[in-house]
Structure formats: structure tokens, C-alpha cells
């Protein structure tokens, strides 16, 4: 065996570890949830497996094996729920949060982070997929609102009629979507294009970006939360 294949579980393990910290800074109650979770759901699979299996040595040693890995699997489950909230918490209102909680979005999403930016550090990415374009803006309201009509007509004369073009304000205020909200809100929009279209839409916001100069992130705090999470849930 070469020396680098057991370099891999032990990196899990610090991931893991990592993200249990992290989350445990904002949530306290963590650990009490863990156990309660692995002890219902381990007290769950014993009563399954004595059931199915007897009461006899050979069902009470598979009753409890079931029981540590179904016990293992809730808790772990509570774990990715909470860790994942707490990592939200933890980038909301952060510069570039926006960002950085869309970089969750896969498999059919192509995520651009700050196509667009003003001196007031308003910022606007910009995420292609099924529903067509969704520009999403943070900073204060009047400003975003007005770099988001700007880069809606920018689109529009690069995506064509066809490609629908939404826009989604990063907040907590009316008519505005919380980062702890937003990846599901995008997910839940209605599909308009094909799949071969996101691929022309893609291709045609590329050439929109080659024709101005690259807009940096805004200055500030960079949040890594949702980075380290992800690692950690990736395993």
C-alpha cells in the first residue's frame, strides 16, 4: 500500500471535525441533538431488528449493530442540517455572501459571482440555468436596484426575448430573499429553457463579460463558511 491512500480518511476526519467546531461556535445545542438523534433512532433500529431478527444472541448482536449505524446516520443527518444552518448564519450580511451561498448550486447551474459592482459596494452575480438568467443582487436597496436594471438590459440584448431574466435582491427587507433562502428559492423557479439552451445562454453571457472588464469582489470579509462546510459534507 503506498503511503498516501491513508492520508484520506484522516482528511475527512479533520474536515469533519472542523465543521463540528465551526458549527458548535453558534450552536451550542449541537451535541444534545446529536445524541438525542442517535439515541431514538438507534432505540428505533433495536426494536426493528429484535423484531425481525428475535431475541436470541444472534438477533440482539444484529439488533445492535443496526442500531449504531442507523443511531450514526441520524446524528449525522442533524449534524449536515444544523452545520448547514449555522453556516449561513455565519456568512449573512458579510460582503459577497451572496456569492458564496450560490456556489452551492451543481449539477444544471452555472454561477458567475460579481458580473457587476458600484463604489458602493453594491454587487451583482449572476446564475444561468433551467428558469434562464437570475441576477442576484446585494447591497443597499436603492443601489442594487439600479446596477440590476442595468445588467438586465445588458442581458437582454445578449440572451434574447426567449431566455427569461429574473432578478432576486439578497435581504431581509420586502420583496428581498434571505441568504439563508436563496439557493432553495432559486431552485424552485419555474423551468423555461432547455438544457441545451443553458448551454447557448452560457456561451453568450461569456462573450457579454468579454466585452467590459472584469468586475472584482468588493473589499471586506470574504466569507469561507460555506467552503468549509461544503468540504466537510462532501466528505
Known sequence: MSAAQPEVPAGRIAQMRQAFTMTRR???????????AFLVVGGLFVGLGLWIFGTGWLGIVISVVLALFGGTLGALIIFGKRAEKAAYAQV???IGAGASVLTMLRRGWVTKPAVAFNRQQDVVHRVVGRPGVILVGEGSPGGVRGLLSAERKKHARIVGADVPIHEVVVGRGEGQVPVTKLVKHVRKMKKAIKPAQVTEVVSRTKALDAMRPPAPMPRGPVPT???GHRKSMRG
Do not use: C, H, N, V
Not at 27 to 32: E, G, N, T, V
Open 26 to 36: 453558534t450552536d451550542r445545542a449541537l451535541p444534545l441533538y446529536m445524541l438525542l
Open 225 to 227: 463558511s460555506m467552503k
Open 92 to 94: 449573512e450580511g458579510q
